[in-house]
């Protein structure tokens, strides 16, 4: 009894359907690779961009250090040229002051001596001669000079008196002025550029005290007469 042999088309069937198996298999095989390499190299750039990452922020974090050291080191600067321009200002000021009123210890100095002229003057009335001329001249030479540097004098007498600038030294009861004038002078005040250096020495008046009324006295009883019994 013979075999039976297997059918071409069966054959040709067997065939096809192992070549389609054998290149889904090697396409599986092809795909996994290439998932594996698209794995590979998501896994590298995302590697990668962590590092990019990580030195972008190392970098952010050093730029925010160097803007704050930067903002330190313009804000002491700018306290720094802030302090010098008060400095200069202040040397300034201070160098004007010693220029306006650098005299004024000198000029304490000399008004005794001023004074001394005035009561020369004073004292001498109307007595004429080259001993007065010379004083007057003398007197008139200190005005004019210390007028130069700002010195100036002035007189009280008529004024209302002043605390900031006369010295009362007395009061004078009297009703020819008001009460509060400056009726008297013992010393001229000064001043430097405006600034009082010395205050007048003035008597100021006040008002005379009220007279005291003395009412009638009650009639005085005459002694009684000799002789007469009481």
């Given at each position: 009894?013979?075999?039976?042999?297997?059918?071409?088309?069966?054959?040709?069937?067997?065939?096809?359907?192992?070549?389609?198996?054998?290149?889904?298999?090697?396409?599986?095989?092809?795909?996994?690779?290439?998932?594996?390499?698209?794995?590979?190299?998501?896994?590298?750039?995302?590697?990668?961009?962590?590092?990019?990452?990580?030195?972008?922020?190392?970098?952010?974090?050093?730029?925010?250090?160097?803007?704050?050291?930067?903002?330190?080191?313009?804000?002491?600067?700018?306290?720094?040229?802030?302090?010098?321009?008060?400095?200069?200002?202040?040397?300034?000021?201070?160098?004007?002051?010693?220029?306006?009123?650098?005299?004024?210890?000198?000029?304490?100095?000399?008004?005794p001596v001023i004074d001394n002229l005035d009561r020369a003057l004073e004292h001498g009335g109307e007595t004429k001669g080259p001993l007065a001329e010379g004083v007057s001249a003398t007197r008139r030479i200190f005005d004019e000079t210390l007028g130069r540097y700002g010195v100036k004098g002035f007189t009280a007498v008529g004024e209302p008196f002043d605390p900031n600038r006369h010295e009362a030294m007395q009061q004078v009861a009297t009703s020819e002025v008001a009460p509060g004038t400056v009726v008297s002078e013992m010393v001229r005040g000064y001043t430097l550029h405006d600034r009082l250096v010395r205050p007048a020495l003035v008597a100021v008046a006040i008002a005379p005290p009220e007279p005291i009324e003395v009412g009638e006295l009650p009639p005085v009883a005459s002694p009684p007469e000799a002789g007469e019994s009481s």
């Open positions: 009894m013979s075999e039976a042999k297997p059918d071409a088309g069966e054959l040709t069937g067997d065939v096809s359907d192992a070549m389609r198996a054998a290149l889904e298999s090697v396409e599986r095989a092809e795909g996994s690779d290439e998932a594996a390499e698209r794995g590979a190299a998501t896994g590298a750039l995302e590697k990668e961009l962590k590092e990019v990452r990580a030195q972008l922020d190392l970098s952010i974090e050093r730029a925010r250090e160097t803007l704050e050291r930067l903002k330190e080191t313009h804000e002491r600067h700018l306290r720094a040229a802030a302090d010098l321009e008060n400095y200069k200002r202040r040397a300034a000021r201070e160098k004007e002051e010693v220029e306006r009123f650098g005299i004024q210890k000198l000029l304490k100095d000399l008004l």
